[in-house]
Structure formats: structure tokens, C-alpha cells
């Protein structure tokens, strides 16, 4: 099997579902891994199980952005990122205003952040990675969802942007559509239902097989969905 061709990577909005099945392979195929989220006391023991450095941060202001990188520059060095989105769920009448504004912030002006931080750092090397989680509502628009679809819209279109522009410079960028509910402890398969959720050990897999792309091959978008998703 072909090698990551890289040696640290930073996971920005990291918790206990996929990002945690990414930071577990990336530090088992030898990456220094770093794992960033607004609580990074919640981080603890994903960082004692995959050595993992931990690092706070609100993805959706600048400067605590810039921060992270900075820290990351001495700890780390960065080359691949993720964001995950804020919540806010609803009839579009009854929406809270200030709950669709910090969605949207972290879910796409988070992302953008992210994306430029680290393209600033990777530019210079011609080389590097940045990977940028999608969803279902990334390619289509769900009832009571729009804050949601609103922020995967605009990441989307970011990472097609970013990936046009970086690309040509070296730097892969690739955009993942997660379309099917996750599977966790507490959204366990259906015992008459194998398999009909999403591995995060199976996407986090996917993940990895993306980096391990050469570059006459590079995946844009892949999309993830169990057997038995209707799309």
C-alpha cells in the first residue's frame, strides 16, 4: 500500500464521531496528528489513545484561527484539515436569527478560514492537503434544514473553488459527501438492518485512500453512503 506522502496533519472541529476515526488511522499510518475544537477537554482521551496533540479554538473567528496555526507551525505543522458544522434546526419561520448566523460562520466562514490558513502555509512547499467534510444537505436541501444546507452549500462551492485554484500549486483539496446517518454508540444499526449507517472507520478509511492518491489522480468529491441509501 502506498504511503501518506505527508507526516502531520491537524483535524479542526474534531469530536468523537468521524474525526475521531480519522485521527486514530492517520496516527496508525505514522501522521503527528492534531485534534482542535472549541472544548478541547472533550479531547482528552482520543488524545491519550492516538498521541495526538489537542488545541482550543473557535473556528469561526480569525484571529483564533490564525492562533491555532500558529501553535500548530511549533507543535505540528499542519496539512490536513476539517470543519464541522453548528447546528440550527427548524421551520425557516421560527428559526432563531443569531443561531442560522453562527451555523453558518462555522460551518463556511470557519471553513474558509481554515482553508486559507492553511493554503498559506502550503503554498510556499507547493505540497499538502486539505480535506473538508460534506453532508447530504451539501448537494440538496432538507424541510426544517436551511441553516444547515446553507453552510454545506458554501463549503462545497469553497472547496471546488480551492480546489482550482491550489491545485495547480500542488496542494490536493478534496470535498467528502457523508449522505446517510453515521453510526455511534447511541445510533447503533438496527438489529434486521446490518450496515445501512456509515461506518466512521469505513469514511475515515476513505480518507486516507484520498491522500494516498498520486496526483496525476486526484479525487475532487467522493460521496459515502451505505448499501442501502435511497439517493
Known amino acids: 500500500m502506498t504511503d501518506i506522502p505527508y507526516r502531520t496533519a491537524l483535524i479542526v472541529g474534531a469530536g468523537p464521531g468521524i474525526s475521531a476515526s480519522l485521527a486514530r488511522g492517520l496516527a496508525a499510518a505514522g501522521l503527528r496528528v492534531g485534534v482542535a475544537a472549541r ?5 482528552a482521551t482520543l488524545a491519550t489513545e492516538t ?16 492562533r491555532l496555526f500558529d501553535d500548530a507551525d511549533t507543535r505540528l505543522s499542519p496539512i490536513s484539515s476539517s470543519t464541522t458544522p453548528a447546528r440550527a434546526h427548524g421551520p425557516i419561520a421560527e428559526l432563531d436569527p443569531e443561531a442560522v448566523q453562527k451555523a453558518v460562520e462555522v460551518s463556511t466562514f470557519g471553513g474558509f478560514l481554515v482553508v486559507q490558513q492553511a493554503a498559506r502555509r502550503m503554498v510556499p512547499h507547493s505540497r499538502g492537503a486539505i480535506l473538508l467534510i460534506g453532508a447530504s444537505a451539501s448537494v440538496k436541501g432538507y424541510p426544517l434544514s436551511a441553516a444547515f444546507a446553507m453552510g454545506k452549500f458554501a463549503l462545497r462551492g469553497l472547496a471546488q ?24 454508540a447511541r445510533r447503533p444499526d438496527p438489529a434486521n438492518r446490518p450496515d445501512s449507517t456509515l461506518d466512521p472507520d469505513g469514511i475515515a478509511q476513505t480518507y486516507l485512500d484520498v491522500l494516498r492518491q498520486p496526483r496525476s489522480a486526484w479525487s475532487l468529491e467522493v460521496e459515502l453512503r451505505p448499501w442501502v441509501e435511497t439517493f
Open 51 to 66: 498521541g495526538a496533540e489537542t488545541f482550543s479554538v473557535d473556528a469561526s473567528q480569525p484571529a483564533a484561527v490564525a
Open 161 to 184: 473553488s480551492a480546489a482550482r485554484e491550489l491545485g495547480p500549486k500542488g496542494i490536493h483539496v478534496a470535498h467528502f459527501v457523508i449522505d446517510g446517518g453515521v453510526r455511534s
Open 39 to 43: 472544548n478541547a477537554d472533550k479531547l
